[in-house]
């Protein structure tokens, strides 16, 4: 069965740094969404990207993140300068025009 | 944005028995709906759905209901078993581009 993949499925970097989240979704879909859940919280939409660009964003997705989809499968989800407040588990999925959308397994970013 | 609530965090019920989950929105322009199933350090993973033009709709041992006049959306699930213990979302399709999540509820079923 298709799924949506994530790596690394942990992450730990230091304040400041640059993260790339990667993920590749599910091959037929044309749309792709980064979603994030800081813990205990609810699942709040960052982004989502359709025929390579950005559709919508919510006020989280500031200028320190970009996302990306360098080529056929791959999508990436760079965080510039993290924060403390950047930890959390985010979630690529995908899905296709109508539907539900598909969740990969997360990365776990943590911030130090 | 409190566009999508569910006001019960935690639910436990019964192995046998009934779950039922409920989810209320505001928007009334909303005309997909979804339930996902999570469980820790894993992603969503789609249970069900149903848009706004039917009332219900049934998969094995999982319905949803939508009350398009109260804005209301309800997960049953018959019967309960210990593996559905997790957390429940309702989530909308918000226009094409973006699903918005409930703040989830926390399921556990009782052997």
């Known amino acids: 069965e298709p799924e949506v993949t994530q790596t690394p499925s942990h992450q730990v970097t230091q304040m400041g740094q640059e993260v790339i989240l990667r993920c590749v979704p599910i091959?037929?879909?044309?749309?792709f969404y980064w979603y994030r859940q800081i813990l205990g919280q609810k699942v709040e939409f960052l982004v989502s990207?359709?025929?390579?660009?950005?559709?919508?964003k919510s006020e989280i997705f500031d200028d320190q993140f970009s996302v990306e989809r360098p080529d056929g499968s791959n999508f990436t989800l760079k965080i510039r300068s993290t924060k403390l407040e950047d930890s959390a588990m985010y979630f690529c999925?995908?899905?296709?025009?109508?539907?539900?959308?598909?969740f990969g397994q997360g990365t776990r970013l943590t911030v130090v | 944005d409190q566009q999508v609530k569910q006001n019960s965090p935690s639910l436990s019920v019964q192995e046998g028995r009934i779950s039922i989950l409920n989810c209320d929105y505001t928007?009334?322009?909303?005309?997909?709906f979804l339930w996902y199933k999570k469980y820790p350090a894993e992603g969503p993973t789609f249970l069900i759905s149903?848009?706004?033009?039917?009332d219900k709709n049934e998969d094995g041992r999982f319905t949803v209901f939508l009350n398009k006049s109260a804005k209301h959306l309800s997960l049953h699930i018959v019967p309960s078993q210990p593996g559905d213990s997790a957390v429940y979302f309702c989530?909308?399709?918000?226009?094409?581009?973006?699903?918005?999540f409930g703040t989830g509820t926390r399921l556990k079923v009782l052997a």
């Open positions: 999925a995908s899905s296709e025009m109508t539907g539900e959308a598909f």
């Open positions: 091959s037929n879909h044309l749309y």
């Open positions: 990207f359709y025929n390579n660009e950005i559709s919508e």
């Open positions: 928007n009334s322009m909303f005309d997909y």
């Open positions: 149903i848009s706004s033009i039917k």
């Open positions: 989530a909308i399709q918000s226009g094409t581009y973006k699903y918005i």
